[in-house]
């Protein structure tokens, strides 16, 4: 299984970024996929998940307004849309997959099985 996120890079604040994450070697259309972030020094934290079938998403409160988490089953791919970029929101980005995840476990690490190598995101003041 691999997840591969890509889109990262460095932008002004108030600008916009889309990141992507390609999955293969598992059944996409089966998993509930999320985004996490880490910033430096700190420990990695819940952005933003989509359920299997895109039907229902979450969004950490911290995020909530100026994200939006979007898949396509065709293509194995999952998205982040982050607007209104703040120097706060700078981290490395990781996607990650998880079979079987029930609400109560989905802003957590431990609940996904499959993790990206993580995408840098630079916000510059």
């Known amino acids: 299984v691999q997840l591969q996120a890509s889109g990262g890079g460095l932008v002004q604040a108030g600008g916009s970024l889309r990141l992507s994450c390609a999955a293969s070697?598992?059944?996409?259309?089966?998993?509930?996929t999320g985004w996490f972030r880490q910033a430096p020094g700190k420990e990695r934290e819940f952005v933003a998940a989509i359920r299997s079938s895109g039907g229902n998403t979450y969004y950490a409160d911290s995020v909530k307004g100026r994200v939006t988490i979007s898949r396509d089953n065709a293509k194995n791919t999952v998205f982040l849309q982050i607007n209104s970029l703040k120097p706060e929101d700078t981290a490395v980005y990781y996607c990650a997959a998880g079979a079987g995840i029930i609400l109560t476990t989905l802003r957590t690490i431990r609940a996904y099985d499959y993790w990206g190598q993580g995408t840098l995101v630079t916000v510059s003041s």
């Open positions: 070697g598992l059944t996409f259309s089966r998993y509930t």
